[in-house]
């Protein structure tokens, strides 16, 4: 008698249609997921009348790629360059800093115990249920009542904290720093912050360059706190201020479409250049964790014992 688990079990008879229906579901999620990028790319290479009048997914007769790019960086004394600036420093400082204080509270709720400690962890997860947005007006209010509206702070101070980063640092510190290794650092008379410093941050490259990384692109597309807190042009965003040339398209004769677009093409880069570059945190965290015979909560104190 053969168990249900045996050979008969395994000679069952597999549907014709799985493997090509799963083919061509994938096809369609890819060509979903390039369709809007080619768009983009082929758009940048046509001139106004053609962007209008010719196939969107195919290129004009003519390349006006060089000539879109130079109305591009010659609009209005090439604020295009400010507005870029503006972005990498919202982006690149408020992740820097988020990521830093991230780490740092989630390794404070996850290695430490105090008074009111499951209430500040429930304050944390309950702010998932806050809609950003809604966060919006309260803070216009408080940064006007401190005078910081208009001014680089009212955007990068709201980038410093994210609960989901916390949470994400909490977690992962969880079941990636054994405390055994922090008690033995303790018995060495090594200091908290010495110890936060020298062990606890080089053993944790892969959620630093994931929280990195998700706050940078909510930063980089940040659009709603930015056009409710800034009034100069000096101080816009990419996004914000490629939202002004579609403004300016409904309230003149000037048509700056294939200028946005063309802003839109360059906007790709600074991502693409910080997912590249956050890769080999990537690979060192995974390398950490794939040592032979080490379990994930014990990598850094088995390391030396596997090795």
């Known amino acids: 008698m053969q168990s249900k688990y045996g050979a008969g079990a395994s000679n069952k008879p597999k549907s014709k249609w799985s493997r090509p229906g799963i083919l061509i579901a994938l096809a369609v999620l890819t060509f979903y997921s390039i369709a809007p990028l080619w768009w983009l790319v082929v758009s940048v290479t046509k001139s106004r009348v053609e962007l209008y009048n010719t196939n969107g997914l195919w290129f004009g007769k003519e390349n006006h790629l060089v000539e879109n790019f130079q109305q591009l960086f010659t609009y209005e004394n090439g ?7 503006n972005s990498i420093l919202y982006a690149g400082v408020g992740s820097l800093v988020c990521m830093v204080i991230s780490i740092m509270a989630g390794y404070s709720l996850s290695k430490f115990e105090f008074r009111g400690k499951a209430v500040e962890m429930g304050l944390v997860m309950s702010s998932f249920l806050v809609p950003t947005a809604l966060l919006t007006l ?5 940064f006007s009542g401190l005078h910081l509206t208009d001014t680089v702070w009212a955007v990068l101070i709201p980038s410093f904290v994210n609960a989901f980063d916390v949470y994400l640092a909490k977690e992962y510190i969880d079941g ?7 008690e033995a650092a303790r018995v060495d008379g090594a200091g908290e912050f010495h110890i936060f410093r020298k062990i606890v941050m080089p053993l944790l490259p892969t959620p630093a360059a994931t929280i990195f990384i998700l706050t940078f692109v909510l930063q980089w597309n940040n659009f709603y706190l930015p056009i409710t807190m800034l009034r100069g042009s000096d ?3 990419l996004s ?23 802003g839109a093409v360059l906007s790709i880069i600074p991502l693409a250049v910080v997912m590249i570059a956050m890769q080999r945190f990537w690979k060192s965290g995974v390398a950490l964790g794939g040592v032979k015979g080490c379990s994930p909560p014990h990598r850094p104190v088995c390391r030396r014992k596997c090795l």
Request: avoid cysteine.
């Open 138 to 142: 309260p803070m216009y209010l408080l």
């Open 235 to 237: 101080k816009w965003t």
């Open 240 to 262: 914000l201020g490629l939202y002004s040339f579609m403004q300016t398209k409904q309230s003149s004769l000037f048509d700056p479409t294939t200028i946005a677009l063309a």
């Open 79 to 85: 604020i295009f360059f400010k507005w870029m600036l």
């Open 176 to 182: 990636s720093v054994p405390d055994e290794l922090l």
